[in-house]
T-cell receptor
Framework: SQTIHQWPATLVQPVGSPLSLECTVEGTSNPNLYWYRQAAGRGLQLLFYSVGIGQISSEVPQNLSASRPQDRQFILSSKKLLLSDSGFYLC??????????FGNGTRLTVT | KNEVEQSPQNLTAQEGEFITINCSYSVGISALHWLQQHPGGGIVSLFMLSSGKKKHGRLIATINIQEKHSSLHITASHPRDSAVYICAVGGTSGSRLTFGEGTQLTVNP
């Protein structure tokens, strides 16, 4: 079955520093991959989704970007973090309307 | 108005009680997901529904496509069921989910 690996689990970064969160997928090929953010006390917000290598759709304009260099790798990046980027970031994978699998998340605190 | 509305936002129950969490949506969907988020943040997919009813252990999920409504039921609730339960609906494109705000469930022993 599909497994989503996401790291790191927690991260504390200063304002203005770069960010790179990595997500990899096991157990399936050509998955749809998603990055979600959950701000404190809020629901999940879709940031990016990808249906294949090099194909990225952005849902919310912001200073984050995503890349998919390989079929099973999805990376969330920022050149300069803002305080408002703090939150809980989740990577998820699925195929079409199949059940989604989620990584364990990364709790990012920007100080 | 949010596209996905969950109720209640918070729910406290005594161990053994029957629990119902509701989800209403306003967009056309191809599937509805019920998710469980543990205190550490990790999320587990409980059910994916496109019609009818599904059961897994003490959990039951139902969906009424005509009424655009789904319910998650927990029978014989237990403190380990304490978590945030999230409803998410998938559009007809299949690639985008809209999430509800979640229901915080606390089951007391």
């Amino acid at each position: 079955s599909q497994t989503i690996h996401q790291w790191p689990a927690t991260l504390v970064q200063p304002v203005g520093s770069p960010l790179s969160l990595e997500c990899t997928v096991e157990g399936t090929s050509n998955p749809n991959l998603y990055w979600y953010r959950q701000a404190a006390g809020r629901g999940l917000q879709l940031l990016f989704y990808s249906v294949g290598i090099g194909q990225i759709s952005s849902e919310v304009p912001q200073n984050l970007s995503a890349s998919r260099p390989q079929d099973r790798q999805f990376i969330l990046s920022s050149k300069k973090l803002l305080l408002s980027d703090s939150g809980f970031y989740l990577c998820a994978g699925g195929q079409g309307v199949s059940p989604l699998h989620f990584g364990n998340g990364t709790r990012l605190t920007v100080t | 108005k949010n596209e996905v509305e969950q109720s209640p936002q918070n729910l406290t129950a005594q161990e053994g009680e029957f629990i119902t969490i509701n989800c209403s949506y306003s967009v056309g969907i191809s599937a509805l997901h019920w998710l469980q988020q543990h205190p550490g943040g990790g999320i587990v997919s409980l059910f994916m529904l496109s019609s009818g009813k599904k059961k897994h252990g003490r959990l039951i999920a139902t969906i009424n496509i005509q009424e655009k409504h789904s319910s998650l039921h927990i029978t014989a609730s237990h403190p380990r069921d304490s978590a945030v339960y999230i409803c998410a609906v998938g559009g007809t494109s299949g690639s985008r989910l809209t999430f509800g705000e979640g229901t915080q469930l606390t089951v007391n022993p």
